[in-house]
């Protein structure tokens, strides 16, 4: 059996460590491409979200380098993520790919077919073995986000353009020839050294804009076609509440273990959006009204097309908009996005933001300046 | 004076209408419908709601604007859930919110929200809370909760048993539908609010008949096969609209009688997206049932519509034509 999984941002770092630590064989796919892209379009169904079509791309790029079962998660609902599973299963048997489909689901009581499927893909591991591997692939997540935070700290204070991602794409790819959770540490703390140590101007007070939407497309940089990056260029700290880490902990973990979710999202988002409704519906309105709380200058919410549960979001942010005084940008991507168009947009926006805010400071000068 | 409780004519008013009805009724309130779907409703309702939404959506809207000024309440459930296990699509779950925050001038919002998910006892909850607009009497509400219940039931049988009411369609197409007179039955699949909705679909339930075909839809299947059906699939289909497609599509393979399926999409549904894929690629695998896809949205054609529909119908008869043709050389032969 050569395992492969779905790339979505740096999840597959935390793929790596579990199945290095378990030693499985596997495969992770060529990262996001417009190949990858163009295949799924090509198979998957015309009104998908983007999430399914990249999926069956990298299945499909790593089926030709000789992957025979893919590992997805599941879900039970309302939104297409917890189908996807099956989606896969029935548009790779159609096109002939011959390749088993196992999806980690939340048991639903049924626990005994958990552990079968965690026991298939955990090959000769024992128990401890399995629990352990679990436990530093979490680890793994939160580390990898941490430095991903770093980067989002940095980049609009770099003197030098281009320094964090050198550095930060460097990481990417090198973690790639690593083996195990321990040396994967290693290389997150060698390369926040690294990062650290970028000449910045500490004079410089970015706008801060926060990002808000669905998981896949808020964490996969091809997807939202670089948008941490382009923001850190035009002097943007940009904040991501919706991570990995944090879906393992608040999803995985607490949906196994009794702790008390986080759930300030929700409060916040009560007065519009009470209820869950699938995806990240209430994250998106909530975390929308937080960010204007923490005095944010702005908010972006991106999604894939056809997002069913962003779509009512995107219906109510404008009463949050309002409400809160914070602007709002929403950006939808599909297979057809240009990006030249999207940047446009973000610069628009940032460049409103800017006034804004240089108004503000204008201002506070002005009454001052008599003292 | 009674108090009006308005119900927009969209969504799942094709299914639950008499049930509604009769629960507000019999508790003193005046019920009131908005007009059936015309292009004032469809215009509102595009420029109010997201451009992303789908088109049931967008209609919904426009049904519900079309309902202020004419009413004391709007009654817009907030249907996480109307069975067990299941949900409907995460639109239904924030649709109050998404008309309480983009459509002005309401007048009172009645959006309980029903959750049978986990159990049904939700539902007697829910009647409770909705029924106390109307009525201080909890044992009143409950004894109007399960007539409407009964009515219900009475409701859903007649349509199985192909009577459609008038809440569906005018009487002269319901009785042509009852009829079942010609050699050549199609299945229309789609939700309730297409299949149902003549302005939407752009009439095809009567063009059908004009082209002399006996039309099958998904309420007229027995559910009880289908969940059988349904219930076979490797990963349980955790939405409502889901099970009904994918298991009367299993079911309609089995009968040998169905001549060709129809399947009417929302453009922007995310449901139909991954059921219509699914149901095509069982129809493909498992038989050779001419199958087609036609797709709704606010810019639909008449003609495209027209012409479409005629090529597949042609394309039944001379398939049928081939099969007789076919039957009348081999009986020679022997």
């Known amino acids: ?210 990002i808000v939407g669905e998981i896949y497309t808020t964490i996969d940089p091809f997807s939202n076609v670089f948008i941490d990056t382009k923001l850190g260029k035009l002097g943007v700290e940009v904040d991501h509440t919706i991570t990995v880490s944090n879906y393992i902990i608040e999803h995985l973990v607490k949906g196994i273990i009794p702790i008390g979710k986080d759930l300030e999202y929700a409060k916040a988002a009560k007065p519009y959006l009470g209820t869950m409704i699938g995806g990240h519906a209430q994250e998106t309105i909530g975390d929308t009204i937080l960010y204007a709380q923490k005095h944010y200058d702005g908010v972006i919410q991106i999604y894939p097309l056809t997002c069913m549960p962003e779509i009512v979001a995107e219906s109510i942010l404008p009463a949050v908009e309002n409400d809160y005084r914070i602007p709002v940008l929403t950006l939808i991507v599909d297979e057809m996005t240009g990006e030249a168009g999207f940047l446009t947009r973000i610069e628009a926006f940032v460049d409103l933001i800017q006034r804004k805010k240089g108004s503000k400071v204008i201002e506070e000068r002005r009454a001052l300046s008599w003292n | 004076m009674a108090k009006k409780v308005g119900i927009a004519r969209a969504l799942f008013f094709y299914q639950y209408y008499p049930l509604w009805k009769s629960f507000f009724e019999e508790l ?38 079309d309902l202020i000024g004419k009413v004391d309440y709007i009654f817009i459930p907030r249907l996480t859930s109307i069975s067990k296990k299941e949900y409907i699509c ?18 009172k919002i009645i959006s309980t929200e029903i959750n049978l998910r986990k159990s049904d006892h939700n539902a007697l909850k829910a009647a409770l809370e909705i029924g106390s607009y109307f009525s201080s009497n909890k044992a009143l509400i409950k004894k109007a909760y399960e007539n409407s219940l009964k009515n219900y039931r009475l409701n859903r049988a007649s349509i199985k048993a192909g009577k459609l009411p008038d809440y569906l369609t005018d009487r002269n197409l319901s009785s042509k539908i009852a009829q079942k007179s010609s050699n050549m039955n199609v299945a229309v699949i789609g939700h309730v609010y297409n299949v149902y909705d003549c302005y939407t679909n752009m009439d095809i339930l009567s063009k059908l008949i004009k082209h002399d075909v006996n039309i099958i839809t998904i309420d007229m299947l027995d559910s009880k096969l289908v969940n059988e059906k349904a219930s076979t699939l490797h990963k349980k289909m955790f939405w409502f609209f889901g099970r009904k497609v994918i298991g009367s599509v299993m079911h309609l393979l089995e009968r040998k009688d169905i001549d060709g399926i129809i399947y009417l999409m929302s453009f922007g549904c995310g449901i139909d997206a991954f059921m219509c894929d699914l149901a095509e690629k069982k129809i493909r695998h498992d038989s050779n049932i001419p199958f087609t896809v036609l797709t709704l ?32 050389i081999t009986n020679v032969a022997t």
């Open chain 1, 1 to 210: 059996m050569i395992l492969t999984f779905p790339h979505m941002g740096n999840t597959y770092i935390t793929a790596k460590a579990l199945l290095d630590d378990l030693g499985t064989n596997y495969i992770v796919p060529p990262f996001n491409n417009k190949k990858a892209l163009e295949l799924g379009t090509k198979y998957a169904p015309e009104l998908a979200c983007l999430p399914l079509k990249i999926n069956i791309g990298n299945f499909i790029q790593a089926y030709e380098q000789g992957a025979d079962t893919v590992l997805v998660t599941g879900g039970c609902g309302p939104c297409r993520a917890g189908y996807y599973c099956e989606m896969h299963r029935e548009i790779l048997a159609d096109i002939g790919y011959k390749m088993d489909v196992i999806s980690l689901e939340l048991p639903d009581n049924d626990f005994k077919e958990f552990f079968r499927r965690i026991g298939k893909i955990s090959g000769k591991s024992n128990f401890f073995r399995i629990i352990k591997a679990i436990k530093n692939a979490s680890k793994v997540a939160i580390e990898v986000d941490k430095l991903e935070k770093l980067t989002y700290h940095i980049r609009p204070l770099e003197i030098r353009k281009g320094s964090t991602d050198k550095i930060y794409k460097a990481f990417q790819h090198n973690v790639l020839k690593l083996k195990g959770s321990n040396q994967i540490f290693e290389l997150i703390d060698k390369t926040r050294e690294t990062l650290l140590k970028i000449e910045i101007d500490r004079d410089i007070k970015p706008i801060k804009i926060g």
């Open chain 2, 28 to 65: 003193g309130a005046e019920v009131v419908i908005s007009s059936t779907t015309n292009k004032k409703i469809l215009d509102a309702g595009v420029k109010a709601c997201v451009d992303e939404a789908c088109l049931p959506v967008k209609l919904y809207h426009g049904h519900i604007i």
């Open chain 2, 90 to 107: 995460p639109k239904f779950g924030g649709l109050p919110d998404m008309i309480k925050h983009t459509i002005p001038g309401l007048p």
């Open chain 2, 297 to 328: 949205d606010e810019h639909s054609g008449q003609a495209g519509m027209d012409t479409r529909l005629e090529a597949f119908i042609d394309m039944i008869k001379m398939k049928l034509n081939k099969s007789e043709a076919a039957k009348v």
